[in-house]
Protein backbone atom coordinates (compact mmCIF):
# COMPACT_ATOMS: atom_id res chain seq x y z
CA UNK A 1 0.00 0.00 0.00
CA UNK A 2 3.17 2.60 1.13
CA UNK A 3 4.81 1.82 -2.80
CA UNK A 4 2.07 2.51 -4.26
CA UNK A 5 1.12 5.72 -2.30
CA UNK A 6 4.76 6.76 -3.21
CA UNK A 7 4.88 5.75 -6.84
CA UNK A 8 3.84 8.72 -8.51
CA UNK A 9 5.69 10.98 -6.47
CA UNK A 10 8.69 8.78 -7.45
CA UNK A 11 8.19 8.67 -10.85
CA UNK A 12 7.71 12.18 -10.93
CA UNK A 13 11.40 12.69 -9.37
CA UNK A 14 13.00 10.10 -12.12
CA UNK A 15 11.25 11.85 -15.03
CA UNK A 16 13.52 14.73 -14.00
CA UNK A 17 16.97 12.96 -14.44
CA UNK A 18 19.14 14.11 -17.20
CA UNK A 19 19.78 10.48 -19.38
CA UNK A 20 23.14 9.82 -18.70
CA UNK A 21 22.10 9.02 -15.22
CA UNK A 22 19.09 6.52 -16.09
CA UNK A 23 22.29 4.43 -18.29
CA UNK A 24 22.49 2.05 -15.52
CA UNK A 25 24.65 -1.05 -15.03
CA UNK A 26 24.88 -4.10 -13.55
CA UNK A 27 27.61 -2.29 -11.46
CA UNK A 28 24.84 0.03 -10.09
CA UNK A 29 26.40 3.22 -8.45
CA UNK A 30 29.76 2.39 -10.36
CA UNK A 31 28.18 2.12 -13.45
CA UNK A 32 26.52 5.41 -13.06
CA UNK A 33 29.95 7.07 -12.39
CA UNK A 34 31.47 5.18 -15.21
CA UNK A 35 28.70 6.60 -17.46
CA UNK A 36 29.01 9.88 -16.42
CA UNK A 37 33.10 9.79 -16.89
CA UNK A 38 32.81 8.57 -20.34
CA UNK A 39 29.89 11.39 -21.09
CA UNK A 40 32.71 13.88 -20.26
CA UNK A 41 35.47 12.48 -22.58
CA UNK A 42 35.39 13.88 -25.65
CA UNK A 43 36.32 12.27 -28.97
CA UNK A 44 39.97 13.26 -29.30
CA UNK A 45 40.67 11.56 -25.92
CA UNK A 46 40.36 8.18 -26.58
CA UNK A 47 43.30 8.93 -30.02
CA UNK A 48 45.04 10.80 -27.55
CA UNK A 49 46.05 8.25 -24.99
CA UNK A 50 46.98 5.59 -27.44
CA UNK A 51 49.13 8.22 -30.00
CA UNK A 52 52.74 7.73 -29.80
CA UNK A 53 54.55 10.58 -28.31
CA UNK A 54 57.04 12.67 -30.89
CA UNK A 55 60.46 14.83 -30.39
CA UNK A 56 60.49 17.29 -27.91
CA UNK A 57 60.82 20.89 -28.95
CA UNK A 58 64.15 21.05 -27.59
CA UNK A 59 65.34 18.24 -29.91
CA UNK A 60 63.61 20.05 -32.90
CA UNK A 61 65.19 23.22 -32.39
CA UNK A 62 68.39 21.35 -31.96
CA UNK A 63 67.75 19.70 -35.09
CA UNK A 64 66.94 22.03 -37.20
CA UNK A 65 70.20 24.13 -35.50
CA UNK A 66 72.16 21.27 -36.93
CA UNK A 67 70.87 21.17 -39.90
CA UNK A 68 71.26 24.95 -40.69
CA UNK A 69 74.64 24.43 -39.77
CA UNK A 70 75.67 21.65 -42.35
CA UNK A 71 74.17 24.14 -44.74
CA UNK A 72 75.69 27.02 -43.75
CA UNK A 73 79.36 25.22 -43.93
CA UNK A 74 78.98 23.24 -47.40
CA UNK A 75 77.92 27.20 -48.58
CA UNK A 76 81.09 28.83 -47.24
CA UNK A 77 83.47 25.94 -48.22
CA UNK A 78 82.12 25.75 -51.70
CA UNK A 79 82.03 29.74 -51.75
CA UNK A 80 85.72 29.39 -51.08
CA UNK A 81 86.31 26.71 -53.35
CA UNK A 82 85.13 28.88 -55.95
CA UNK A 83 86.68 32.37 -54.91
CA UNK A 84 90.37 30.41 -54.90
CA UNK A 85 89.29 28.69 -58.30
CA UNK A 86 88.37 32.58 -59.52
CA UNK A 87 91.74 33.46 -58.34
CA UNK A 88 93.74 30.96 -59.72
CA UNK A 89 92.42 31.55 -63.25
CA UNK A 90 93.22 35.09 -62.76
CA UNK A 91 96.65 34.33 -61.50
CA UNK A 92 97.25 32.49 -64.98
CA UNK A 93 95.65 34.41 -67.16
CA UNK A 94 97.58 37.02 -65.95
CA UNK A 95 100.99 34.89 -66.32
CA UNK A 96 100.06 33.99 -69.94
CA UNK A 97 100.10 38.15 -70.76
CA UNK A 98 103.24 37.64 -70.05
CA UNK A 99 103.86 41.20 -67.42
CA UNK A 100 106.91 41.75 -66.03
CA UNK A 101 108.94 38.75 -68.03
CA UNK A 102 112.83 39.55 -68.16
CA UNK A 103 114.56 41.47 -65.42
CA UNK A 104 116.06 44.84 -65.22
CA UNK A 105 118.76 46.72 -63.95
CA UNK A 106 118.50 50.10 -61.87
CA UNK A 107 119.63 52.32 -59.06
CA UNK A 108 118.04 52.64 -55.91
CA UNK A 109 117.26 55.64 -53.80
CA UNK A 110 121.30 55.09 -52.06
CA UNK A 111 122.83 54.38 -55.61
CA UNK A 112 123.07 50.93 -55.00
CA UNK A 113 122.79 48.47 -58.61
CA UNK A 114 119.42 46.39 -58.07
CA UNK A 115 117.93 43.69 -60.48
CA UNK A 116 114.57 41.93 -60.28
CA UNK A 117 116.58 38.52 -59.25
CA UNK A 118 116.98 40.83 -55.78
CA UNK A 119 113.50 40.44 -54.90
CA UNK A 120 113.54 36.76 -55.18
CA UNK A 121 111.93 35.55 -52.04
CA UNK A 122 110.01 38.63 -51.23
CA UNK A 123 105.89 39.71 -52.05
CA UNK A 124 106.43 43.01 -53.58
CA UNK A 125 104.21 45.57 -54.28
CA UNK A 126 105.42 48.14 -57.21
CA UNK A 127 104.10 51.43 -58.21
CA UNK A 128 105.61 53.44 -61.59
CA UNK A 129 105.76 57.52 -60.40
CA UNK A 130 107.24 60.56 -60.36
CA UNK A 131 108.37 62.83 -57.57
CA UNK A 132 107.34 66.23 -59.09
CA UNK A 133 103.83 64.21 -59.20
CA UNK A 134 100.77 66.64 -58.01
CA UNK A 135 98.22 64.57 -56.22
CA UNK A 136 98.00 61.05 -58.11
CA UNK A 137 101.45 59.51 -57.05
CA UNK A 138 101.26 60.54 -53.60
CA UNK A 139 97.56 59.18 -52.87
CA UNK A 140 98.51 55.87 -54.58
CA UNK A 141 102.07 55.55 -52.86
CA UNK A 142 100.44 56.34 -49.77
CA UNK A 143 97.73 53.60 -50.28
CA UNK A 144 99.92 51.26 -51.36
CA UNK A 145 101.88 51.74 -47.73
CA UNK A 146 98.74 51.33 -46.27
CA UNK A 147 98.41 47.87 -47.82
CA UNK A 148 101.91 47.21 -46.09
CA UNK A 149 101.23 48.43 -42.51
CA UNK A 150 98.41 46.12 -42.58
CA UNK A 151 100.12 43.34 -43.40
CA UNK A 152 103.01 44.20 -41.13
CA UNK A 153 100.56 44.28 -38.18
CA UNK A 154 99.46 40.51 -39.26
CA UNK A 155 102.43 37.88 -37.30
CA UNK A 156 101.83 35.17 -39.24
CA UNK A 157 102.03 37.05 -43.11
CA UNK A 158 105.50 37.31 -44.58
CA UNK A 159 106.50 40.33 -45.17
CA UNK A 160 105.88 42.61 -48.34
CA UNK A 161 109.11 45.13 -50.05
CA UNK A 162 107.18 48.38 -51.44
CA UNK A 163 109.06 49.58 -54.43
CA UNK A 164 108.75 53.16 -56.21
CA UNK A 165 110.35 53.20 -60.03
CA UNK A 166 110.12 57.05 -61.39
CA UNK A 167 109.24 57.38 -65.21
CA UNK A 168 111.07 60.56 -64.68
CA UNK A 169 114.68 59.63 -64.61
CA UNK A 170 115.41 63.43 -66.13
CA UNK A 171 114.32 65.24 -62.95
CA UNK A 172 114.43 61.89 -60.50
CA UNK A 173 117.95 61.41 -59.94
CA UNK A 174 119.36 59.36 -56.66
CA UNK A 175 119.12 62.18 -54.41
CA UNK A 176 115.69 62.73 -55.45
CA UNK A 177 114.89 59.32 -54.90
CA UNK A 178 115.99 59.53 -51.50
CA UNK A 179 114.46 62.86 -50.22
CA UNK A 180 110.97 61.33 -51.78
CA UNK A 181 110.51 58.26 -50.69
CA UNK A 182 111.15 58.99 -46.75
CA UNK A 183 108.43 60.69 -46.52
CA UNK A 184 106.05 57.25 -46.80
CA UNK A 185 107.52 54.84 -45.52
CA UNK A 186 111.06 53.21 -44.08
CA UNK A 187 111.18 50.14 -46.03
CA UNK A 188 109.79 52.10 -49.22
CA UNK A 189 112.56 51.44 -51.85
CA UNK A 190 113.39 54.07 -54.69
CA UNK A 191 114.36 52.89 -58.05
CA UNK A 192 115.45 54.74 -61.05
CA UNK A 193 118.28 54.84 -64.09
CA UNK A 194 119.29 56.09 -67.22
CA UNK A 195 116.16 56.58 -69.97
CA UNK A 196 117.10 53.70 -71.29
CA UNK A 197 116.79 51.55 -68.38
CA UNK A 198 113.24 53.39 -67.10
CA UNK A 199 112.01 52.55 -70.90
CA UNK A 200 113.45 49.00 -70.26
CA UNK A 201 111.39 48.23 -67.18
CA UNK A 202 108.14 49.85 -68.23
CA UNK A 203 107.80 48.42 -71.25
CA UNK A 204 108.32 45.06 -69.54
CA UNK A 205 105.12 46.25 -67.21
CA UNK A 206 103.22 47.70 -69.95
CA UNK A 207 103.37 51.16 -68.12
CA UNK A 208 102.87 54.03 -70.80
CA UNK A 209 104.21 57.65 -70.14
CA UNK A 210 104.97 60.44 -71.80
CA UNK A 211 106.40 63.97 -70.38
CA UNK A 212 104.19 66.71 -71.11
CA UNK A 213 105.61 70.17 -72.35
CA UNK A 214 107.63 72.61 -70.23
CA UNK A 215 106.25 76.09 -69.26
CA UNK A 216 108.65 79.11 -68.68
CA UNK A 217 110.30 77.10 -64.90
CA UNK A 218 110.99 74.27 -66.95
CA UNK A 219 108.81 72.44 -65.13
CA UNK A 220 106.30 69.48 -66.63
CA UNK A 221 104.19 67.23 -66.11
CA UNK A 222 104.44 63.30 -67.14
CA UNK A 223 101.40 61.46 -67.95
CA UNK A 224 101.07 57.82 -66.65
CA UNK A 225 99.62 54.57 -66.48
CA UNK A 226 98.56 54.08 -62.64
CA UNK A 227 98.37 51.07 -61.23
CA UNK A 228 100.09 49.04 -58.16
CA UNK A 229 101.58 45.25 -59.68
CA UNK A 230 101.95 42.56 -57.11
CA UNK A 231 105.15 40.16 -57.60
CA UNK A 232 105.00 36.81 -56.19
CA UNK A 233 108.44 35.30 -54.02
CA UNK A 234 109.11 33.83 -57.58
CA UNK A 235 109.19 37.17 -58.93
CA UNK A 236 106.57 36.83 -61.40
CA UNK A 237 104.15 39.36 -62.01
CA UNK A 238 100.90 38.08 -60.26
CA UNK A 239 98.21 41.26 -60.02
CA UNK A 240 97.61 44.62 -60.44
CA UNK A 241 95.35 46.83 -58.39
CA UNK A 242 93.52 50.18 -60.40
CA UNK A 243 93.01 53.41 -58.54
CA UNK A 244 89.33 52.24 -57.47
CA UNK A 245 90.58 49.35 -55.78
CA UNK A 246 91.02 50.94 -51.22
CA UNK A 247 93.81 49.93 -49.65
CA UNK A 248 91.57 47.48 -47.63
CA UNK A 249 90.31 45.24 -51.30
CA UNK A 250 94.40 45.14 -52.19
CA UNK A 251 95.67 43.63 -48.59
CA UNK A 252 92.77 41.09 -48.68
CA UNK A 253 93.70 40.37 -52.40
CA UNK A 254 97.28 39.92 -51.00
CA UNK A 255 96.66 38.06 -48.73
CA UNK A 256 94.30 35.42 -50.93
CA UNK A 257 97.52 35.46 -53.07
CA UNK A 258 99.74 34.23 -50.15
CA UNK A 259 97.45 31.88 -48.99
CA UNK A 260 97.01 29.99 -52.52
CA UNK A 261 101.23 30.64 -53.62
CA UNK A 262 103.29 27.37 -54.59
CA UNK A 263 106.35 28.04 -55.94
CA UNK A 264 106.35 27.25 -59.89
CA UNK A 265 110.50 27.77 -59.89
Do not use: N
Not at 79 to 96: G, I, N
Amino acid sequence: MLLLVLAPKAWHRLSHLKPPALVWTPGGKAGHVRCRLLSRQGPGDTGRQSRPQGPGLGTRLLITALFGAGLGGAWLAARAEKEQRRQQQRTEALRQAAVGQGDFSLLDHQGRARRKADFRGQWVLMYFGFTHCPDICPDELEKLVQVVRQLEAEPGLPPVQPVFITVDPERDTVAAMARYVQDFHPRLLGLTGSAEQVAQVSRSYRVYYSAGPKDEDQDYIVDHSTAIYLLSPDGLFTDYYSRARSAEQIADSVRRHMAAFRSVL
